[in-house]
DNA sequence: CTGTTAGCGCTTTCAA
DNA sequence: TTGAAAGCGCTAACAG
């Protein structure tokens, strides 16, 4: 058996036995120098000899200053987040703070359901990769404090990876090999960086004269990439970006099973750089900021809470293209 | 300014709203069976319409139970904890837990102070391959539901990931290849995994006939993996059974920079399994339970927390070899 | 400096 | 089936 919460000492029975008011305890653990030295150390003595220790939930549900912030990602498992939560873990340690993770898995609901969960214990929030609606974003954000990744609301504090640049680049680099027409693998519906790469590559297409179809893929995942590698094809590109590195892996996959020879038949470009060089061939894509992007959102959020009011801030994070070996001349 | 009382509803607001007494907006919540069905959906409209959540922490406050749990990592970057941290997300969500993440950064002292941190709001934790000295987790393990992954101490509940098993079946195809001494690409010293792991390749060296090396990896990381591979060929091997398949993937790109071919010139097999096909060539590898074991954790946690009782679960999950590309009759 | 007095938001007897 | 009332453990005005 585990001692129960009774056997925990209280403030009251540590005020008791010291000899004091219950306050006076509580002032001795968080504003000992209100106190008389003699006082502070008797009250210590007798809490150190029943082990008392503050209940962080009493105070917190008191203070209202809970401790912890919630940082919830559409899913763990995707490469992109992981060093983002090691990033942002990293400060909150020097912070004192805990950390409560969120895995919506890609579903708007079951994020919601998590905030609603979260809420009540934490003092602020971040949103990665939000795939929820403007409108839903919005509401929660006028509750608490909350602090957005890779989604652009006006209003509310955000860090953004800025893909554009670096698939800008990306495109750059395809029309210099020569390629005429190039497909855009699309990702999540709702998420903002899709739409942000979806843009990119259409503008950079207009500026440099070049073709370009989107083809969509369900999910960022392996499979799908495997299966939208048919579609790609058959869309008349001699070249593919890829809505992130997971894709662009699966869509490797896709290729080789179909016989294509990359990067000599066709090119492959991927977003995130969270394969690192992994891939066979090497997989040339935009670079990844997640970690600084995790700590930007944390420092954010910090001066929000610091503050109690929120700022209109927009964060922005540059990429570029990073050239490994699944790009080469179109073919003839 | 984030309005305190505006912010979030409270009991007592949608009481008012649906026009009863506090106490029954608390049980529509949690003893719905108690009232009158049409009471109940009174009260949820009203608290619906307001975006009411129960607050976990006033609750927490007076129940007693949390509603929380803690899982420790030494790394959530290392991609074998990604599904592990999912799967026991997973089934969280269906009993309407909370998830905190700690990342000890594989230092001791920085796992001691997040489960003490984390100890005063969660109803148990979960450490998985945990760096703690025995006696520390011992300690832990009396005051609060524990339960450990990959991390062998009697008396404690634990989810062991049998690497053993494949291991064996790794040292008999190397064997089979023709491989007379095999090197192990050791991972962190107090890892009950690499303890396992050089175990088990020390005891089919002996089965098998064959000669076994132990050479050290710093930590279980791509850089290490490189930095160890001029060790490796020093050796004297024709074949490496890296501690995980991150080292793994770092002793092939050494053993490519160094010039020697794989498969043709040196066999490389990992460890977890958690690179997929991703590797060039397409790393042979142990197989990966994470998934099951962040399951199996989460699920002994919660027997113990339902029978408020330890007893004494050692759990196992077998492994077995992936064969890929990574490895080839020995050179002669 | 220290004690008094209200709560924080929710659950839970005990009555009605 | 519902309401009234008493806390859970702690903090924070406000006195004195």
């Known amino acids: ?41 008797r009250v210590m003595e007798a809490a150190r000899s029943m082990g008392y220790v503050p209940n962080h939930t009493a ?43 969120g895995n919506s898995d890609e ?7 998590l905030v609603g969960r979260l809420a009540g214990q934490v003092e602020g929030m971040i949103l990665a990769s939000s795939r929820l609606p403007e409108e839903r974003i919005r509401t929660h954000a006028a509750a608490r404090p909350l602090v957005l990744i890779n989604r652009d609301i006006e209003g509310i504090p955000r860090v953004l990876i800025d893909s554009g640049s670096g698939v800008g680049e990306a495109m750059e680099h395809l029309a210099g090999l020569g390629h005429a027409t190039v497909a855009y693998v699309s990702g999540p519906a709702n998420s903002w960086s899709n739409r942000q790469r979806r843009g990119a590559v259409r503008k950079a297409a207009d500026r440099l004269g070049l073709k370009h179809v989107v083809v969509p893929a369900a999910l960022p995942s392996y499979e799908a990439g495997v299966a939208v590698a048919a579609a790609v094809l058959r869309s008349g590109a001699t070249a593919a970006i890829a809505f992130d590195d997971v894709t662009a892996h699966g869509l490797l996959a896709g290729l080789a099973g179909r016989g294509v020879p ?18 066979y061939p090497p997989l040339t894509t935009v670079s990844n900021r997640s970690p600084q992007a995790g700590k930007a959102a944390l420092s954010l959020l910090m001066e ?3 503050s109690r009011s929120i700022r209109d801030v927009r964060y922005v994070l540059e990429t570029h293209l990073v050239v490994r070996r699944t790009t080469a001349t179109a073919p003839t």
């Open 262 to 279: 990359v990067p000599g038949a066709f090119s492959v470009i991927g977003c995130d750089d969270v394969l690192g060089a992994a891939t």
């Open 59 to 101: 105070r917190a549900l008191s203070t209202g200053r809970y401790g912890n912030i919630a940082l919830i990602v559409p899913d763990v498992a995707n490469p992109f987040f992981p060093p983002l939560i090691r990033a942002a873990q990293k400060e909150l340690d020097r912070l004192d703070f805990c950390l409560f993770l």
């Open 107 to 113: 579903d708007p609901r079951q994020e919601d359901r």
């Open 1 to 41: 058996m585990y001692p129960r919460s009774r056997s925990t000492p209280t403030i009251s029975q540590v005020a008791t036995l010291a000899g004091v008011n219950r306050s006076t305890v509580s002032r001795a653990f968080t504003r000992p120098d209100m106190l008389n030295t003699e006082t502070v150390e």
């Open 304 to 306: 929000v809470l610091a």
